[in-house]
């Protein structure tokens, strides 16, 4: 089984600063490791995803996460934030080797940017 | 290459009715996964359909159901609806075995009253 923790509920930053969402999980297999981003009555949008290989994945829009398999983390990085950055962030894991693709999520992380 | 869709956007009903929500999945996709999100949570994994057979399933009771079809579009259907029934329904669809990456409808918001 696979749980995955979002320690911060919200996150308040100003524009142009540097953020970081925490991401903490626990599996009893290996696992794949997504963000997703859920922006106002949307459904949710891939951002990233680390499956092997670098443990540093980039995404398009200047965001960046890194997995820490002995510290079980996968936090997501942006050096400098806009407002349209504002959204709900969630982080998901995905058992390898289960039969079948199930993404367990984390509560989310609400990052909020102020001018 | 068309994303998926989901139907209706919104939907109110009452307790102990019945629902049934719609997906069409991405072009080339032959799985689906459906997913429940209560407000201020996380989604959480109801069942996943490839080739329209149930795959998998997460914790939830039987009188959530679903079908997938030939053109691997997807039916949720659930019974018996209780008030903690109320969420926005997320359907996803992948290639199972490709890329692992599942890509989501925007929802169906169910209020039940």
């Known amino acids: 089984a696979q749980s995955v923790t979002q320690l911060d509920s919200q996150v308040p930053v100003f524009e142009e600063a540097p953020v970081e969402l925490r991401c903490n999980y626990s599996?009893?297999?290996?696992?794949?490791l997504f963000w997703y981003v859920q922006y106002p009555n949307q459904g949710l949008q891939l951002l990233l995803k680390?499956?092997?290989?670098?443990?540093l994945v980039e995404s398009i829009n200047g965001f960046e996460a890194e997995f820490n398999k002995s510290q079980t983390s996968f936090h997501l990085r942006k050096p400098s934030v806009h407002i349209s950055d504002t959204a709900e962030y969630f982080c998901?894991?995905?058992?390898?080797?289960?039969?079948?693709?199930?993404?367990?999520f984390g509560t989310g992380t609400r990052l909020l940017v102020s001018p | 290459e068309t994303g998926v869709t989901q139907s209706p956007t919104h939907l109110i009903k009452t307790r102990g009715q019945q629902v049934t929500l719609r997906c069409s999945s991405q072009?080339?996709?032959?799985?689906v996964s459906w997913y429940q999100q209560a407000l201020g949570q996380g989604p959480q994994f109801i069942f996943q359909?490839?080739?329209?057979?149930?795959?998998g399933r997460g914790n939830f009771p039987p009188r959530f159901s679903g079908l997938q079809f030939p053109n691997y579009s997807s039916e949720l259907n659930v019974n018996a609806l209780e008030l903690d029934d109320s969420a926005l329904y997320l359907c996803?669809?992948?290639?199972?075995?490709?890329?692992?990456?599942?890509?989501f409808g925007p929802g169906t918001r169910l209020t039940v009253t």
């Open positions: 359909y490839y080739r329209e057979e149930e795959n």
């Open positions: 996803a669809s992948s290639l199972l075995g490709k890329g692992y990456e599942q890509y």
């Open positions: 072009s080339g996709h032959n799985t």
């Open positions: 680390y499956l092997s290989g670098s443990t």
């Open positions: 998901a894991v995905m058992g390898m080797n289960t039969g079948f693709q199930k993404l367990v």
């Open positions: 599996s009893s297999v290996s696992v794949y």
